[in-house]
């Protein structure tokens, strides 16, 4: 089986091309996100593996092992409504939404960032899963972002 990840071009250049398909009325299917928000949430996200944006870990050793695997390698989509960091959430503690088309750029930015081979995840820590392998990070990338363009029909 192959697995989806943001370090293959063509999958890359995939998810940009949906997310310039996401428009600022654009509606959840699901939780309480604006499109707005949602951009702001994912390049948060990013900016937490780059290590812009310190979390604390909050993920045990059944979080770190068992449960990321499952997460990262089974072919299940991820649970709708799970709780996000407080960090990450555009209404407590996340990036507030700006001009949409701006926040839209900065999110395919570090999307083409986050894929490009050679990048450090080094100092990176996944509040949940904690330390990941640059495959472990590109496959959490993709699924993460594809999650969220589901969300919103992209």
């Given at each position: ?111 083409e960032k986050f ?40």
């Amino acid at each position: 089986m192959i697995f989806k990840t943001l370090s293959v071009p063509n999958v890359r250049i995939s998810v940009v091309e949906r997310i310039k398909t996401v428009r600022p009325d654009s509606r959840a299917l699901w939780g309480k996100m604006t499109a707005s928000q949602m951009l702001c949430h994912l390049s948060d996200s990013f900016g937490c593996a780059f290590g812009d944006i310190p979390l604390a870990l909050v993920g045990s050793l059944l979080h770190q092992t068992v449960l990321m695997s499952v997460a990262l390698w089974v072919p299940v989509p991820w649970p709708k409504n799970y709780q996000t960091r407080p960090e990450m959430d555009q209404l407590i503690g996340g990036t507030p939404p700006g001009e949409f088309a701006a926040d839209r750029k900065h999110l395919v930015q570090r999307v083409e960032k986050f894929g490009r081979p050679g990048f450090d995840f080094t100092p990176s820590l996944h509040p949940i899963f904690g330390k990941m392998s640059p495959a472990e990070w590109r496959r959490w990338g993709y699924l993460h972002v594809d999650h969220h363009l589901r969300q919103f029909g992209a």
